[in-house]
């Protein structure tokens, strides 16, 4: 099992605040997101490679500072561009990260995004 420690995602990516939002506005926290995703994986990674063949399980845990309930899937959502540069880290293409259970916890110490990868067998 692989696990990457993420900065939570920044609030803008949150799909509810992008309303009437230019594309251009988020662009840079998308790009952010990813390419920070890219290096934390590879520096878990330690310049091995890790072969992943059919599905892969991903563990999305939410630790959040404050106790505001968050719907799953904008925490999902929010997080799409990190995700995408985990996918290019491992060289992958995220359409095999299958199951992805999301958890969120309330009351952290701080807020971060932890990402588990583990593979399925069927």
Same mark, same amino acid.
Do not use: C
């Given at each position: 099992m692989?696990?990457i420690?993420?900065?939570f995602?920044h609030p803008?990516?949150n799909?509810n605040?992008a309303?009437?939002?230019h594309?251009? !506005?988020? /662009? &840079?926290?998308?790009k *952010?997101?990813?390419?920070q +995703? ?6 878990v ?6 072969v ?13 500072v404050?106790?505001?309930?968050r719907?799953a899937?904008?925490?999902? !959502?929010? /997080? &799409?561009?990190?995700? *995408?540069g985990?996918a290019? +880290?491992l ?10 259970i ?5 009351g952290?110490s701080e ?12």
């Amino acid at each position: 099992m692989l696990t990457i420690v993420l900065p939570f995602p920044h609030p803008d990516l949150n799909p509810n605040r992008a309303n009437g939002r230019h594309w251009g !506005a988020l /662009a &840079k926290l998308k790009k *952010d997101a990813r390419l920070q +995703a890219y290096l934390e994986t590879r520096k878990v990674l330690n310049g091995k490679k890790h072969v992943f063949s059919g599905l892969i399980s991903l563990t999305l845990t939410f630790f959040m500072v404050d106790h505001r309930k968050r719907d799953a899937d904008n925490l999902l !959502a929010s /997080a &799409k561009s990190a995700l *995408d540069g985990v996918a290019e +880290a491992l060289e992958i293409n995220d359409h095999s990260f299958e199951p992805v259970i999301i958890r969120r916890v309330y009351g952290a110490s701080e807020s971060v995004l932890i990402v588990e990868i583990s593979h399925v067998e069927i």
